[in-house]
């Protein structure tokens, strides 16, 4: 659609309902004052035709122009398109307005919230009413002629129901797909909590337990220091990227995914919390990270988390491979299937095992015959995947500042 066509659809959208409803109005009621089409209206009974006059004017412009109120009071409409029917046929103008009750009718049927009931009941009670003044004007009018006229008029109504239960059912289905996505939002969000937090907070009290028995060594101790500021920085750093993600107003900006060399990054600060770590990582990492190289950060980020909590001090041996169509994690911790606390939620690693899941992958993570815990995971690395960016991800200072997010 062209510019200026939107524009134009933009602007029309935006006008009052009462002013989008009354052009139908107004073309009815144009058209039933053409002379082509008089004497070609709406005929119950045999009333003897009347000639358009002032009032024959009146009793269209009744019929017509209440549809202007079709949407925002639709009982009201209804009741005045039928007071201009009424009139028209007692009367016998028989003008071509008479199709706005079908209009009135439908609008009736798809927009009225309250009486819904009441209305199709008092509608009969019209008809009946409007039946027995034709039949004492002496119209002659069968009965079965009268009968088929309510239930062609009836389908209107009819069919206007119809167009609610849809548009209802429409709607809750929306409403589902928005809580939906809300909820899956709230969870991807907590997963996210959980890793920031759960890792830098892990580093900074295994760092300042140690600097409790570092008085004796200055230097030491300053730099253990140092580490726990710089940590607590980071931490408040990614949380404050979680939280302008929380922001309605967010417009995003810079990439949050993180940079190559990360994973490198990650490993030397769990280092510098005590922990040794061998790191291996085989084949080419992307320049620019997709859902399953944060999902692999992820999975090394959890597990040196679970090795600094339980086996403080244990060899940790991280190998990470980057195919062509899937990323290998491996992360084994010596003793911490010995020595793993039972206060853990298990939050961490079952998140990780969604994660890892979603993209098709295969996560599995325990403690082995010989003691140790091993984290281990297929993540599938395909193209779309690549290229694609992740809604929650990594700030770029990851690979900077040489810390995790």
Request: aromatic share 4%; with cysteine; proline share 4%.
């Amino acid at each position: 659609m062209p510019a200026g066509l939107r524009r134009v659809a933009a602007r029309w959208r935006g006008l009052d309902v009462t002013v989008q409803d009354l052009p139908l109005g107004l073309l009815f009621l144009v058209l039933s004052l053409l002379p082509a089409f008089q004497r070609h209206g709406t005929q119950l009974g045999y009333v003897p035709d009347r000639s358009l006059d002032a009032g024959g004017v009146a009793v269209i412009a009744l019929e017509c122009l209440p549809l202007a109120l079709r949407r925002r009071r639709p009982a009201g409409c209804l009741a005045l398109v039928l007071a201009g029917f009424a009139a028209d046929q007692l009367l016998g103008y028989h003008t071509a307005a008479g199709p706005a009750l079908l209009v009135a009718l439908l609008s009736a049927g798809c927009h009225l919230q309250r009486y819904r009931t009441t209305v199709p009941l008092l509608a009969t009670a019209y008809f009946v009413g409007l039946a027995l003044a034709l039949d004492a004007k002496g119209a002659g009018e069968p009965l079965s002629e009268y009968v088929t006229f309510y239930l062609t008029v009836g389908v209107a109504w009819v069919a206007g129901g119809w167009l609610r239960a849809g548009r209802i059912a429409e709607a809750e289905r929306r409403r589902r797909v928005a809580e939906d996505t809300r909820t899956t939002e709230r969870t991807r969000i907590a997963r996210e909590l959980h890793d920031v937090v759960t890792h830098h907070v892990t580093a900074m009290v295994v760092q300042a337990e140690a600097a409790r028995y570092m008085t004796g060594s200055p230097e030491r101790l300053e730099q253990t220091l140092t580490a726990v500021s710089d940590t607590g920085r980071r931490a408040i750093t990614d949380l404050r990227h979680l939280l302008d993600l929380l922001n309605p107003d967010h417009r995003g900006g810079e990439s949050r995914e993180p940079a190559v060399g990360g994973l490198a990054a990650l490993v030397e600060q769990t280092r510098r919390a005590g922990q040794p770590v061998e790191f291996t990582q085989e084949g080419t990492a992307p320049e620019t990270a997709g859902s399953a190289d944060l999902v692999a950060y992820r999975v090394v980020q959890e597990a040196l988390t679970n090795a600094l909590k339980y086996a403080h001090g244990s060899r940790t041996s991280v190998r990470v491979r980057h195919g062509a169509r899937e990323i290998e994690v491996e992360v084994a911790t010596d003793g911490s299937g010995r020595d793993r606390s039972p206060g853990g939620s298990g939050r961490g690693l079952a998140g990780l095992r969604e994660r890892v899941a979603v993209l098709g992958g295969e996560f599995d993570a325990g403690p082995q015959a010989g003691g140790d815990f091993l984290v281990r995971a297929r993540i599938p690395a395909h193209d779309e995947q690549r290229s694609g960016r992740s809604s929650l991800s990594l700030p770029r200072t990851v690979g900077e500042s040489g810390g995790s997010s």
